[in-house]
Each structure stands twice: as structure tokens, then as C-alpha cells.
């Protein structure tokens, strides 16, 4: 499938609303795609379409306010790689996104992203500091996750638990391991007076006779 090229855009500075003249955005375009001002070399994300004249991307628009032709580009890999087709305009800006991810994606399998990102208070601080598809560290409540800056959006790849969400699971594990316990004997009274151990790994249980 072709960029979509029909009619013009305009875009504001800081502003992730883009506004289109001739356009049929309603059925040529979807979220997920990426959109590019002509002669600009950058790329932004759609985050919804909201009629044939006005899409929303994830991230403000970070060039000067202008008008002109646009292109919305539409085909993607399974893992949303951008792929290229003859007559595609802004190819070396689209180029060397797919090159970022493509990069981004292999330091995740090599463990590079997580060992080499550095820790901020807040997304909006990691954002500020990282450039586009880049990973950063924000500490939560829950532990400590990892971000990629997708363009000026945060996404979340992984979460470690700190320590108080792991014993909060290894209490929720201990509390169903007496209830699974309490209805096997419900069920084998002759278990009564031996001793049961559950293997969730395993999925098994073990036991015991009394002495």
C-alpha cells in the first residue's frame, strides 16, 4: 500500500492536532500510522483520526507552524518497522526510523536498552532527555520500568517489582497455598494429620506421613 499523498496539512508548533484541505483521512488512514510533512524530516506517529480533515499524532508537532503537502505512511512489518514503496516521499527520514527501531529492538534482545538507559523521576523528565527511540528508567510505584521515547511518546517495554510487590505476590501465594491446602483435605479427610506442600512450579503437591 502507497503513502497516502491527497490534499495538504497544517500543523501548529507544539500542537498534535493536524488539519488537512482535500483529504480523506476517515478511510486512507488509522492509528498506528506515521505522519510526515514534506521537506521536514520528521516523523509522528497518528494516535487517532478523528475525521477526513483532522488526525491527532502522539506527540506535539516540534517544527515551525506551516502548510504543504504530507504524506501518511501506511505500511508497517509485524513488529512496525516502516516499509517503503516506489514514489514515497521523505524516504531517508522514514530510512532512518526503521534503522532506530530496528536497533532498539536488537538492544532489548542483547540487554543493552536496560543496562545502558538512565533512571528519571518522571517520564516527562526521560522524554526531555533522550532523543527518539531511546530507553530510559522512572521509578513507580509498582518498580522500576523501562521507556522507549517513541517520537516524544512514552512507551512501556518492561517492569522489574521492587521489593514490596514481590512479598505483596509471595503473601497472595502463601494465602492461596492454605486455601488449596484446606480444600484438598475437604476432599481427602484420610490427609488429615499429614503434612502437604504444594509446588506451584511444578504444579504438584507433596506429602508427608505423620511421624
Known amino acids: 500500500m502507497a503513502q497516502?499523498?491527497?490534499g495538504t496539512s497544517s500543523v501548529v508548533q507544539d500542537s498534535a492536532v493536524v488539519s488537512g484541505t482535500g483529504t480523506l483521512w476517515l478511510t486512507n488512514a488509522r492509528a498506528g500510522d506515521s505522519f510526515i510533512l514534506a521537506a521536514t524530516g520528521r516523523v509522528y506517529d497518528v494516535a487517532s483520526v478523528d475525521s477526513d480533515t483532522q488526525l491527532t499524532l502522539t506527540a506535539p508537532y516540534r517544527g515551525a507552524t506551516r502548510t504543504g503537502p504530507y504524506?501518511?505512511?501506511r505500511d508497517f512489518t509485524p513488529d512496525g518497522i516502516p516499509e517503503m514503496a516506489q514514489g514515497d516521499i521523505e524516504t531517508a527520514a522514514i530510512f532512518t526510523r526503521a534503522m532506530r527501531k530496528i536497533q532498539s529492538r536488537f538492544a532489548l534482545v542483547t540487554g543493552v536498552?536496560?543496562?545502558g538507559a538512565t533512571t528519571y523521576p518522571d517520564t516527562a523528565a526521560g522524554l526531555a532527555a533522550t532523543g527518539d527511540t531511546e530507553f530510559f528508567w522512572v521509578p513507580e510505584p509498582a518498580?522500576?520500568?523501562l521507556y522507549m521515547n517513541d517520537n516524544g511518546a512514552a512507551v512501556a517495554d518492561t517492569t522489574y517489582p521492587?521489593?514490596?510487590t514481590l512479598q505483596s505476590a509471595v503473601d497472595a501465594l502463601t494465602g492461596l497455598e492454605g486455601r488449596i491446602l484446606s480444600?484438598?483435605?475437604?476432599l481427602h479427610?484420610?490427609?488429615i494429620g499429614t503434612t502437604t506442600r504444594l509446588d506451584f512450579l511444578a504444579q504438584s503437591y507433596m506429602i508427608?506421613?505423620?511421624d
Request: glycine share 4%.
Open 113 to 115: 536498552a536496560a543496562s
Open 71 to 73: 504524506a501518511i505512511q
Open 183 to 186: 480444600l484438598i483435605e475437604s
Open 162 to 164: 521492587n521489593s514490596t
Open 189 to 191: 479427610p484420610e490427609l
Open 143 to 145: 518498580g522500576l520500568t
Open 4 to 6: 497516502y499523498r491527497t
Open 208 to 210: 508427608t506421613e505423620a
